[in-house]
């Protein structure tokens, strides 16, 4: 059916069509229209959530306007787009983001204010949209922002879960895990109720021959569930493009067979098979840096890339090319191995649904698709059971077995009479039951492969991904170390001090080209400068000292050193080597004298993060935090020089207060286990000094900003194993002050220490894998470098200011523009002056 309005009433639309605000009263107008209208409101009836609704309804119909008309821009220049296939994107907030990418927050703290409201309070009504884990999960959406920014085409495709990561609680130290109904009031999301997928699941492959002799594979019989569209909207910075973020969200398909249990009386189940199919994109899974094999799991993932490959192929079909033209117009990243199938599902369109020859829909698959790595850690790699994916999708492990025997083929000629090549190798591992390893699927079926910092991109091509250099030669493998979004996490999070650096720097340029941020170095030693940077770290402490009493009940120091970790909980990121550092402080305070005391620099230790449900040796990290916490914070003999403090429920939202108040903040996972982080980035982004190990973007880090600026220590990642090793079959005697510690654990003094033998036997008898003991010498005598070098609070600040100014390489958009030229062979679309964007800066 032909959908445009005819040519000669295009006059008319155009007329009316929708004009986005720029002036204070515009907006205005448009908060009160939606209380009263969209809302059904008055000014007797509209309480701060009333005006959190009106005031993104406003800034959403700006956007969607934009967003028509970066679609249409990107669909008539027909050039090349981006698809970013990620099974998480942590967004946080939309309305503070909207406001400073349009370049319009002011008019709306001024338009709210008038209205009776102050714009914090409005900001912070705003649920999370928490649909990720950690890292990974914000990369997508940094990345995101970065690509409407650079006006990239570019489109992510994700699953609209009901339940993003549970919100975290902490009850008498415990971690308790609460669902997050995130979708009560979503005001950001589209729903499309006209773009709806079929996705197929279960059922059996028939094969024949046709007239013309050739083999037809028809995937049959199963169920059908269908995946609804819900887009949302990506506003660049400083630009009209609006790029998608579109979601699918999962239904029964109400056809004749639900009808047919209806009239048959079967009433309980059908809707029973209503409740089934919406399952599938009802909760995102809690792992991170974790596999668990679940089979809602794998259908969650074919529901996923099914609906987006058939959304990318359908809107290429319209364009009515060639199918070999197919990766000149369209780049598919996979983030991770989640969206892995992708490369199998364009295979089996191309060859049974388009009747493609397999070599020709092979050259058209591996020259679309590119793979991110984000780990080395073995429990994360995913692997599916051979009989859960012949139950689920049949005919797409027939397609695999054919990948795999035609690469192995080429691998034999390659390297002939290798039969250990061939098993290691191979994308189908034969134990029992046999399993498929996603990630050789994901690199055979791919023109690149990237890590994500220099260390990781090095270490997948010696240690797991090393036969796979020599089959394809090193240039399939790359590395793009990741960034982060100035706009979130520096303009957003910290308004004074991009208010600062933009006095200085001639403007909010720098938000566009964070190389600029090397104009500060000439500020480093500036008295005025420099007093200005320090009030706004303090001010920045103070907003954190209020929110932790308002939250914890504690009252904490701001002038103490504030030194952070926040991240998921896990043992390779070793939360517990910082909780064993700061009971060794403790028990040095304990025994110095009231003089010894007074030289002392004040410290407030700070963690968040949640940890898996169902991962014990976390959970049991954060009970220690925390009862650690409740020992120090109230021992008379410590006062002020040490507060412990757990931060409840960890997210997005908070980090933006977090993160600008660090003094330092600590990146100490053991060598080579980290692929890259980005937290790290943030903080020394916000003027804080960092603790770290030899290990992911740290080494970067140390690279840009200089090795004077960073508190690096412990054991480089060429000596891990060696040591792990030693550990397991020499002799592993504790280093004697962890030893103390562990004592001091021991005798109860943070409750019941049977709570906590799990945590100290996996170091002192199972081995110490994560090398807690080997480092921690070298952990608290840096820790001690820290304390001495925070005394002389001059230095420090000409540190930080330093660091900042050197910063730059770690943005996003330079990460970007790296995959664009490099990955993706993209171009911007630059964007004419019909843009309707407003002019602040
Ligand atoms: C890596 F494998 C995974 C995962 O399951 N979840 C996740 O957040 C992280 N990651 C890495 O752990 C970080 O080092 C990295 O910075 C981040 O991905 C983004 O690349």
Redo the contacts with the bound molecule.
């Keep these: 059916v032909e959908a445009s309005i005819p040519e000669p009433q295009r006059d008319a639309w155009k007329k009316f069509q929708a004009k986005p605000f720029v002036s204070k009263d515009d907006f205005e107008k448009e908060v009160v229209r939606h209380v009263e209208t969209t809302l059904a409101r008055s000014m007797f009836n509209c309480d701060e959530t009333a005006a959190y609704a009106a005031a993104s309804l406003a800034f959403r119909d700006r956007l969607i306007t934009e967003w028509n008309r970066t679609q249409q821009r990107q669909t008539f220049a027909d050039t090349k787009r981006v698809y970013y296939l990620s099974l998480e994107f942590l967004m946080g907030r939309a309305l503070d983001n909207a406001m400073l990418n349009v370049g319009l927050k002011n008019i709306a703290k001024e338009g709210l204010s008038e209205l009776g409201f102050r714009i914090e309070d409005i900001i912070n009504q705003e649920h999370d949209a928490a649909l990720g884990?950690?890292?990974?999960?914000r990369?997508a959406a940094c990345f995101l922002d970065s690509m409407a920014s650079l006006n990239f085409p570019a489109w992510g495709y994700g699953l609209r879960y009901k339940y993003g990561i549970f919100k975290q609680e902490i009850v008498d130290g415990y971690q308790v895990e609460v669902p997050d109904y995130w979708l009560d009031f979503n005001p950001w999301e589209f729903p499309r109720h006209d773009i709806v997928v079929d996705v197929q699941f279960y059922g059996g492959v028939r094969k024949y021959q046709d007239e013309a002799g050739k083999n037809v594979a028809v995937w049959e019989g199963g169920e059908i569930v269908k995946a609804t569209a819900y887009d949302v909207p990506i506003p660049g910075f400083n630009t009209p493009t609006t790029n998608n973020m579109r979601l699918w969200s999962s239904k029964a398909a109400s056809g004749e067979f639900d009808f047919q249990k209806f009239n048959s009386g079967d009433y309980e189940s059908s809707v029973a098979d209503q409740q089934r199919a919406e399952t599938i994109s009802a909760v995102l899974y809690p792992n991170?840096?974790l596999d668990r094999g679940k089979e809602l799991r794998l259908k969650q993932q074919y529901f996923w890339v099914a609906a987006s490959l058939y959304d990318i192929v359908r809107r290429f079909k319209k364009s009515k090319r060639a199918w070999s033209e197919f990766p000149d117009q369209i780049a598919i990243q996979l983030n991770?191995t989640h969206p892995t199938l992708a490369i199998v599902e364009l295979q089996r369109i191309l060859i049974d649904m388009e009747g493609l020859d397999w070599d020709e829909a092979w050259t058209i698959v591996t020259n679309t698709f590119g793979y991110t790595n984000?780990?080395v850690l073995p429990e994360?790699l995913e692997k599916w059971s051979v009989p859960l994916f012949q139950n689920l999708l049949p005919r797409h492990l027939q397609i695999i077995y054919d990948i795999n025997m035609f690469f192995l083929q080429s691998v034999e000629r390659k390297f002939p009479g290798d039969r250990d090549m061939l098993g290691r190798v191979s994308i189908i591992e034969e134990s029992q039951p046999k399993m498929v390893r996603m990630a050789f699927l994901a690199i055979v079926g791919s023109h690149k492969v990237n890590g994500?910092a220099e260390l990781h991109s090095d270490l997948i091509k010696t240690t797991i991904f090393k036969d796979f250099v020599k089959i394809f030669g090193p240039d399939k493998f790359t590395n793009v170390t990741?960034g982060i979004t100035p706009r979130r996490w520096l303009h957003q999070a910290n308004p004074r001090l991009s208010e600062l650096i933009a006095s200085k720097t001639g403007g909010l340029g720098f938000l566009k080209d964070l190389n600029v941020l090397n104009e500060l170095e000439k500020f480093a030693d500036d008295k005025e400068f420099k007093k200005e940077w320090a009030e706004i770290k303090y001010a920045n402490k103070v907003r954190l000292a209020k929110y932790i009493k308002s939250t914890t009940g504690v009252t904490v120091n701001p002038a103490a050193l504030f030194d952070i970790q926040v991240k998921r909980i896990h043992e390779y990121k070793r939360q517990q080597l910082n909780i064993f550092g700061v009971i060794h402080r403790y028990l040095t305070i304990k025994a110095m004298t009231p003089e010894e005391r007074k030289k002392l620099a004040p410290r407030v230790s700070i963690f968040g993060g949640k940890a898996a449900p169902g991962y014990w040796m976390a959970k049991t990290i954060i009970h220690l935090i925390n009862n650690v916490g409740a020992v120090v914070n109230k021992d008379p003999d410590v006062g002020d020089l040490l507060k412990v403090i757990f931060l409840e429920d960890y997210n997005v939202s908070k980090a933006e207060i977090i993160t600008p108040a660090s003094d330092v903040s600590e990146h100490i996972s053991t060598a080579g286990t980290?692929?890259?982080?980005?937290s790290n980035m943030k903080f020394v982004l916000n003027g804080g000094l960092i603790i770290g190990t030899c290990d992911?973007a740290n080494i970067e880090i140390t690279r840009e900003i200089g090795e004077n600026n960073i508190f690096l220590f412990g054991n480089l990642a060429e000596d891990v194993e060696d040591l792990r090793h030693t550990h397991n079959y020499g002799s592993h005697t504790l280093d004697p002050d962890l030893v103390k510690v562990f004592d001091l654990i021991k005798s109860n003094a943070f409750g019941d220490a049977g709570a906590f033998g799990a945590l100290t036997g996996s170091i002192e008898d199972h081995g110490d894998y994560y090398l807690v003991s080997d480092d921690f010498h070298s952990y608290i005598q840096t820790q001690t470098l820290v304390d001495e070098a925070y005394k002389n609070q001059e230095e420090w600040i000409t540190k930080t200011i330093l660091s900042v100014a050197r910063m730059g390489f770690f943005s996003s958009d330079r990460c970007i523009n790296e995959y664009a030229e490099m990955i993706w062979n993209v171009e911007p679309l630059p964007v004419g002056k019909e843009s309707g964007l407003g002019k602040e800066e």
């Excluded at 884990?133 to 999960?137: A, D, E, K, Q, R």
């Excluded at 980290?674 to 980005?678: K, P």
């Design positions: 884990n950690g890292g990974l999960g990369l991170d840096n991770d984000h780990t994360a994500v990741n980290e692929a890259s982080g980005t992911g």
